[in-house]
């Protein structure tokens, strides 16, 4: 579907995903300039009072930069929403969000009327994360914009689902904004999410190394290091699962291939569940795209990187007559 503004003006359909702990205004503010959507969960604001000030900083910042470059404005922000009964922040935290005008608010972990509908009042869109079709029907009985389908391979907590089958499913009954994750980190990816018919690709892991990600050194080299066969899915440490690298949980004394199964009905975003190992903290959540990420830099080198690999494989595609021969034919068929 047409892009609304003014998620419409953005140099690639993409959006970095929000990252505990690690996406922070410096990580947002060069995301956006960079001309992507940047993202961040408010529970990264500690204590509550300190989401004000991001905002603040975040909209002034790129006011700025719109003003001194108004042939290349900013991309538009987001901001995460755990809507989970252990979060007993959220309606403070969007008080904040409401107070700035949050153009995108994205919501994890539960969906709720009201918080769509207070978004929809102030003018923005509303994106919830999903793991099956029958989640994503719910989100949008309750009023939600948009989806996020996060399929097998997505960093952090993530689902099984093939994308393929995710996207098909969704898409049969579905013609709204949707954002596609899952293994998103080369410019091919982020087409290839388009030819799901997904709006945007959500992209987390590959922002993880970049200079301005609050990641430490350690788990910087990490995700360069890393590639998808060092990636493990457990819930252990959440009691949700997610993807985490094989490396971080040998380095806190556990072995991969034998960690037990948490309890999800005592899910902690903050405790490594049995061990006393933190998740994110210790144990890093990673994708399994990150072997497409070869060093450390600015997201203004990754986006830029990521731009060469869309518009080449794009190229590629319409280079080939076999793939010509089929977008006549799917033409025709319309």
Request: hydrophobic share 45%.
């Amino acid at each position: 579907m047409p892009l609304p503004a003014p998620f419409d003006r953005l140099r690639l359909p993409l959006i970095g995903s929000p990252l505990f702990i690690v996406s922070g205004p410096e990580l947002v503010i060069a995301q956006c300039k960079a001309g992507i959507i940047g993202s961040f969960p408010a529970l990264n604001a500690r204590p509550q009072s300190l989401l004000d000030e991001w905002l603040h900083q975040i909209t002034e910042e790129l006011a700025k930069h719109n003003r001194m470059h108004p042939d290349r404005p900013a991309a538009p922000f987001a901001v995460n929403q755990i809507i989970h009964k252990t979060n007993d922040r959220v309606d403070a935290d969007m008080a904040t969000c409401e107070k700035w005008q949050v153009p995108m608010i994205i919501t994890s972990l539960g969906a709720r009327e009201e918080v769509y509908q207070a978004v929809k009042n102030w003018g923005g869109i509303t994106m919830h994360d999903v793991i099956n079709n029958r989640f994503a029907m719910k989100a949008i009985e309750k009023g939600a914009t948009g989806l996020i389908p996060v399929a097998a391979g997505a960093g952090g907590h993530a689902g099984a689902l093939s994308p393929f089958a995710l996207m098909q499913e969704i898409r049969e009954w579905f013609d709204g904004l949707v954002a596609l994750s899952g293994s998103i980190a080369h410019g091919a990816s982020i087409l290839a999410a388009q030819s799901l018919r997904a709006d945007f690709a959500y992209a987390g892991s590959a922002f993880i190394a970049t200079k301005e990600a609050n990641a430490t050194d350690g788990y910087k080299q990490g995700i360069v290091e890393g590639s998808s066969e060092g990636i493990v899915y457990t819930n252990l440490f959440t009691g949700v699962h997610g993807n985490y690298l094989r490396s971080s949980i040998e380095a806190a004394g556990l072995d991969p291939d034998n960690l037990p199964v948490s309890d999800p009905s005592k899910m902690n975003f903050g405790s490594g569940g049995n061990t006393k190992a933190k998740a994110w903290k210790d144990i890093w959540g990673s994708g399994q795209g990150v072997g497409a990420i070869k060093d450390v830099g600015t997201v203004e080198d990754l986006v830029a990187r990521m731009e060469r690999e869309y518009h080449a494989a794009k190229a590629a595609l319409l280079a080939n007559s076999d793939y010509a021969s089929w977008g006549a034919l799917a033409e025709a068929a319309e």
